[in-house]
């Protein structure tokens, strides 16, 4: 997954191992409440929706699919002595956990216990660019649009930092 560093909105590439692009998506930096889509770059088709919540205790994000029925929503856990959580539950039940270190991107994504997929950062690019790789039984819309709002999250607390 690509991220373009200097944009007037939000922009990912999300491509497979080959350079191929996969998906597009796109949201707009000062948007209330931010809503990103997820297209097919090809057919323009649309994929998915991620949309964040205005009022909310966590910081919140639904994940729907093409016909806009929820696929899960992500949540960032509050207080945590070290580090950051999120976590993905869907009709009240957590489907997933996400750990990690969220600011120098790196970090895995797990089903009861069992690691499913993994971002990292590649360092050495352009733009910034996520490597990410699924490893078990998972939704990869769910990886995909995690993916997009931790990264959300990250630059806009960086921008309430400064």
């Given at each position: ?56 205790i ?5 994940i ?6 929820p ?41 009861k ?11 050495v ?38």
């Open positions: 997954m690509k991220k373009r560093i200097l944009s007037l909105r939000e922009h990912y590439d999300i491509e497979d191992r080959s350079g191929n692009r996969l998906a597009e998506g796109e949201g707009n930096f000062i948007q209330i409440p931010a809503i990103f889509q997820v297209k097919d770059p090809r057919s323009n088709t649309h994929l998915m929706e991620i949309e964040g919540k205005i009022i909310t966590h910081k919140q994000f639904t729907k699919d093409y016909n806009g029925v696929l899960g929503t992500i949540k960032k856990k509050i207080v945590k002595l070290i580090g950051q959580e999120f976590w993905i539950e869907k009709d009240g039940a957590e489907i997933m956990r996400i750990y990690g270190n969220f600011v120098n991107h790196d970090y895995s994504m797990e089903v216990g069992q690691q499913v997929a993994s971002v990292h950062r590649k360092w690019s352009i733009k910034d660019q996520f490597g990410i790789s699924i490893m078990g039984p998972v939704d990869p819309r769910l990886v995909v649009g995690a993916t997009i709002v931790i990264e959300h999250i990250m630059v806009e607390e960086e921008r309430e930092r400064k």
